[in-house]
């Protein structure tokens, strides 16, 4: 069964810069779009941005857009959200999701696996 795992969240001081991982297992990456998710207590869950199994990612979320990049390592079953110039209002739990459904998506595609979330809180 498909399996995700989200790492790499952390405090950082507002301006810097994160790292997010995405690793999957269960399925063969190499046909998986991956999205990327956040959502905060009391809000809906915000989707950010997705990527085809081709590495060709969809549009981003306007909050994100030209600080956030989405990219994949086939090698190592891997996506990557990289977070640039964060806000305190980027503080959230970021949630990866696939589904063996899906080779291409956007930000409203349904997928069904999701990982467990990494927290990101932006503060000084």
């Known amino acids: 069964q498909l399996q995700l795992v989200e790492s790499g969240g952390d405090l950082v001081q507002p301006g810097g810069s994160l790292r997010l991982s995405c690793a999957t297992s269960?399925?063969?990456?190499?046909?998986?779009?991956i999205g990327w998710y956040r959502q905060t207590p009391g809000k809906e869950r915000e989707a950010l941005s997705c990527?085809?199994?081709?590495?060709?990612?969809?549009n981003y979320a306007d909050s994100v857009k030209g600080r956030f990049t989405v990219s994949r390592d086939n090698a190592k079953n891997t996506v990557y959200l990289q977070m640039n110039s964060l806000k305190p209002e980027d503080t959230a739990v970021y949630y990866c999701?696939?589904?063996?459904?899906?080779?291409?998506?956007?930000?409203?595609?349904?997928?069904?696996?999701w990982g467990q979330g990494t927290q990101v809180t932006v503060s000084s």
């Open positions: 269960g399925f063969p990456f190499g046909l998986l779009a």
């Open positions: 990527l085809s199994n081709n590495g060709i990612s969809t």
């Open positions: 999701a696939a589904d063996p459904l899906f080779r291409t998506c956007d930000r409203s595609t349904k997928f069904r696996y």
